[in-house]
């Protein structure tokens, strides 16, 4: 049941922003001469470079509107490159039939350079438009022969980004283990958050650790990884390490992402260690902050309030989870009996106790809850409530400690029908004679 939350992270993504000046120099191609003919063609490369991709496909098509003719190899070449140039450049700006016109490039180029680089734009067009599994196709199958240094090191990164979008986490780790390494490339902080992610997912704590301990002060990253490194020093164990870098946390000059959960990490941990005082605050900035809240942490909240003896807020808090069905709900509901009876509002406690009766969950607090609600049906003259309860709890939990009480209580309700040789029956049953018995016995 949730009655909110956390919604736990999600991840916090990061778009690599592809840089568009790289080289469209095939390997083991010749450029042909300088010449009045083929200045289109030398333009549109250049401007292909430059980013100016609406420039550079019309001046390829320019030059194949105007090119020689004349048919010869070096002339074939130049038209496959201008072909060439005007695709990717289409891919670029999201020109209609982009797609199908690369694909047609893929299959019917005998030029593998022209082949694996447009299978590497067509990579990046997926990337960029959050398609990331038609995306790893083409990066798996663009290779690395026909690509610059710097294009190889998007390819990595955006496919390892891929990987990880797709849950392709063995995939994904090993590439951004690789480019966490490399100092002074530009994914080196992008590459330690991302492995940091991966190894906190795979509660390698320590790995984590040294990942975001790299990038807490990025401006890419400051907002979010402090709360992890937070949170791991408390998994590794090391509360007032969770506690002092929370604190440090809400103090910062900035907002961090995770503001709401940085309070509630603070909590938990001062809670653990039964510091309910000093968890109050936080938990409360929790409870006002957030939209949503998990039954476990709303029965933290209302247990601190019990714990110190605030009465009034620890039932506000314990009605909210008087529908969960399970364990905290019966614990809930038997502690809300509590606070009802320090209030004396008995009327609520009997109704709290009854429910907590009925869940089998927590044994302890349902036989003492049985008990209870017949005691206080009993005193408000519900009798035929309070006769059902003690059957059941004598029927249920046969050794009970409270047997002495319930069989006396019995005998007292059996003798306001006459009922004499039922209630010496269960009278016998009596081992501890207390004042209550010898009452019941004089009737």
Same mark, same amino acid.
């Given at each position: ?68 003719? $004349? ?41 593998? #350079? %022209? /082949? ?26 663009? =290779? ?26 063995? $995939? ?5 283990? #690789?480019? $966490? ?6 994914? %080196? ?10 190894? @906190? ?65 603070? #909590? ?11 968890? /109050? ?17 709303? %029965? ?19 009605? &909210? ?13 038997? &502690?809300?009996?509590?606070? @009802? ?12 106790? =009854?429910?907590? #009766? ?13 008990? &209870? ?7 408000? =003259? ?13 029927? +249920? ?19 306001? +029908? ?6 010496? /029956? ?18």
């Amino acid at each position: 049941m949730i009655i909110r939350k956390r919604n736990r992270p999600y991840f916090y993504l990061l778009f690599a922003l592809l840089g568009p000046a790289f080289s469209i120099t095939a390997h083991g191609q010749v450029l042909s001469p300088d010449q009045p003919n083929n200045r289109a063609l030398l333009l549109a490369e250049e401007q292909y470079k430059q980013g100016h991709y609406t420039l550079s496909k019309q001046s390829a098509a320019a030059y194949l509107a105007n090119r020689d003719e $004349k048919v010869s190899t070096e002339k074939t070449a130049d038209a496959d490159r201008a072909n060439f140039i005007i695709v990717i450049s289409n891919l670029k700006t999201n020109t209609p039939d982009c797609l199908y016109n690369a694909d047609r490039l893929i299959a019917t180029t005998q030029n593998v #350079a %022209y /082949k694996q680089r447009t299978m590497f734009a067509l990579a990046q067009y997926f990337f960029l438009h959050n398609q990331l599994t038609q995306a790893i196709y083409y990066y798996e199958n663009a =290779g690395l022969d026909n690509l610059t240094n710097s294009e190889i090191a998007d390819l990595k990164f955006e496919l390892a980004y891929c990987y990880f979008n797709n849950k392709q986490f063995d $995939k994904s780790t090993l590439l951004f283990a #690789a480019i $966490k390494e490399i100092k002074d490339g530009k994914y %080196y902080m992008a590459g330690n958050y991302y492995y940091g992610l991966l190894a @906190y997912n795979n509660n390698k704590y320590a790995e984590a650790l040294q990942s975001f301990e790299k990038v807490r002060d990025d401006k890419e990253y400051k907002s979010i990884v402090p709360y992890y490194i937070a949170e791991i020093y408390y998994f590794m164990g090391n509360k007032a390490k969770a506690i002092e870098e929370g604190k440090a946390i809400i103090k910062a000059r900035d907002k961090s992402y995770y503001d709401n959960e940085v309070h509630l990490l603070i #909590a938990q941990c001062m809670f653990e260690d039964q510091q309910y005082s000093d968890a /109050k605050p936080y938990f409360e900035y929790y409870y006002e902050h957030t939209n949503q809240i998990k039954k476990e942490d709303l %029965y933290k909240i209302a247990y601190c309030y019990y714990r110190l003896n605030e009465w009034q807020n620890a039932e506000d808090k314990f009605k &909210l989870l008087s529908n969960a069905n399970d364990s905290m709900g019966q614990s809930s509901m038997y &502690l809300l009996g509590d606070c @009802y009876m320090k209030t004396g509002d008995r009327q609520s406690a009997r109704n709290a106790f =009854g429910i907590c #009766a009925d869940m089998p969950y927590n044994p302890g607090q349902q036989e003492a809850s049985m008990i &209870l609600y017949a005691r206080i049906s009993y005193e408000a =003259g519900y009798n035929d409530e309070a006769l059902r309860q003690l059957y059941t709890l004598l029927k +249920t939990f046969p050794s009970s400690q409270y047997k002495d009480e319930a069989n006396t209580l019995l005998s007292s309700l059996l003798i306001k +029908t006459n009922n004499f040789e039922e209630a010496l /029956k269960y009278l016998d049953k009596v081992n501890n004679k207390e004042k209550n018995y010898w009452m019941v016995f004089q009737k």
